[in-house]
């Protein structure tokens, strides 16, 4: 931080707030640009927006990265201008000419004489120097629009530096290719903390933003974002830790023109390759450079080495069994707690509960007409054991689950883990960030619908990387052994790992989503009517592998259902709920055996019929 407060651009940018006024850029939009760079340093990686201006360039000119210039020239500056390696290309030269009109700035061709480049596709091959400022213009600064669609969940993604979609889609990759195959646009983590894209710019040059002595500015027009790395940030290109990242080219190809072989080559129509920065391919030809500097520079430790690639194709390597990890209990005997778990939708709170519940046989308040989905529901799950939660259709028992999943906020209650501080902490006030992550490591959920528990378009074995990676796995082979062990075990054939899910039958689905939610190993399970909706032979199948998986492992269990052969099957303890509310509690055997409440001896008999 201290370099970035010493860089003389950064505090250059200080100076220009109080800036004349002068160009095409009114004083008002350059303010709020240098403003917007500021918070940009301040945050690298994050998409500051900024009040965007209609600029009198075409569309794909690169607006975003025009204004960011223009607000931030000074008298002092020196500019020069590139576009795809080209200082004299039609933009170019168009830009610049705009620019230096603009802000009546001088202008040049030689990197190292400039204060300012602005430039699309190319970081130039001469090395920036501290005081330098890289200004690159963004088609699109959102790294994660094409792993997520909503701009909420979007940011609610890097507020949390929840990035496991992103490393599905790297894991995706590497599965159908071999190889990552991104090339513009490379996401990068930066500081440790936002993944950024890294605009047009080649593979190549991605390791130039690492640790750089320059400030680097992205201005992206359309979607009104500055984003920065500072001088001497860490800029690390994701990819797993067993997989190298990798730059276009190859150690034989040489510029035709000048003879490089550290720079970055473009081809030409002939099979011939040159350099695609002209102004260092002529200072070459020229000797005009420092070679040593710019080869100390050149990412050629990253070219590729075609035999230290991954294996794609059918998975063929070790399964992983997972270390199991031990499932904590409180000294009372209990992994998961719920205390006097309420859940009132619409007005009054704990107010429109009387004159509702079995009793008054319905769960709309008299007083309120609110509707009381569930009141003072309490119990315990000991390590090891299955608690059953059946009832009608409406009883409540999806109302209890959604509030200890945390896809609801109870209006009433507390719920313990033991595995959080021992018990003591109550689960109910955890922020939305927090239960997310309890989410990854402590509780596995299996909907009654798999299409809410995985990515259809994602493949078996990506559904899982999806939790490993959100619980910090980052070693490919040790996410697919693992995946691979997983879908043993729910019986899916591992010739079908690598296909979307989308393709499987119901069955095989569920089955997915049950090695999903097993994947981080859980001390607690809770399973939403896990084989409604599947054919009775189907059902049969999931059925007896959650009875196999539960009798191997020491989860605690929450199973809802509203069939009492599911329950029978899988649980050992049972509470009944009737309008929301628990009317019979017992040993599920016992309860199936001699049911005492009227409403448990309807549930019953429908079973045995
Ligand atoms: N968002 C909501 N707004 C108003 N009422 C709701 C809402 N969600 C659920 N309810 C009501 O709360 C009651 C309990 O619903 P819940 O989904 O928990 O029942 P259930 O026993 O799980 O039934 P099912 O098996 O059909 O899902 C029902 O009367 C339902 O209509």
Known sequence: MTAVLESRTVAGLVDALEGPERGILDEGSKREIRRASLTA??????????????????????SGGLQVTL???GDEDVVKVIDQGDDDGVNATNLRRLIVESERCEETQDTRECSVVQSRHRIPEQPLREGQTLVLQVPVAEPLRGVEKSVSECARMHAEADYSMMWVSLYEDLVRNGVITKTTGYPVLVDDRYVMVTTPIPRWDVPRLNDSPHLTLFGAGREKRIFAVPPYTD???LTFDDVRYEVEGSEQQRCVRCGSSDTFLVESTGGEFACSDIEWCTRVRDEDVDARLHTDNAPLRFLPDPSARVRGGVFTGARREPEVRPVPQTADGWTLA???????????????????GPDAGTAISPLTGAVVAAWDVDFDVALGEALGVIGESGSGKSTVLRCLVGDERATAGSMYLAGVDGGTRNIFEFDDAERRALRIDTLGLVHQNPVDGLTMTVSAGGNIAERLTAAGW????????????LLEQVEVPLDRMDDPVQTFSGGMRQRVQIAKALATDPGVLLLDEPTTGLDASVAAGV??????????????????????SVIEALTDRTIVMNVGRVVEAGLTDQLFQDPHHPYTQRLVAAARR
């Open 41 to 62: 340093v301040c945050v690298p990686g994050y998409q500051v927006p900024f009040g965007s201006r209609e600029m009198p360039v075409a569309r794909g000119w690169g």
């Open 71 to 73: 607000g931030l020239l």
């Open 235 to 237: 800029v690390e290109p």
């Open 338 to 356: 719920a205390r006097g778990v309420g859940k009132v939708h619409g007005p009054g709170g704990a107010e429109a509960v009387p004159g509702t």
């Open 474 to 485: 980052r070693n490919y082979h040790e996410i697919r052994d693992r995946a691979a062990w």
């Open 543 to 564: 059925l007896d592998l959650l009875r196999t998986l539960l009798a191997e492992r020491d989860t605690a269990a929450v199973v809802v259902s509203h069939d009492f």
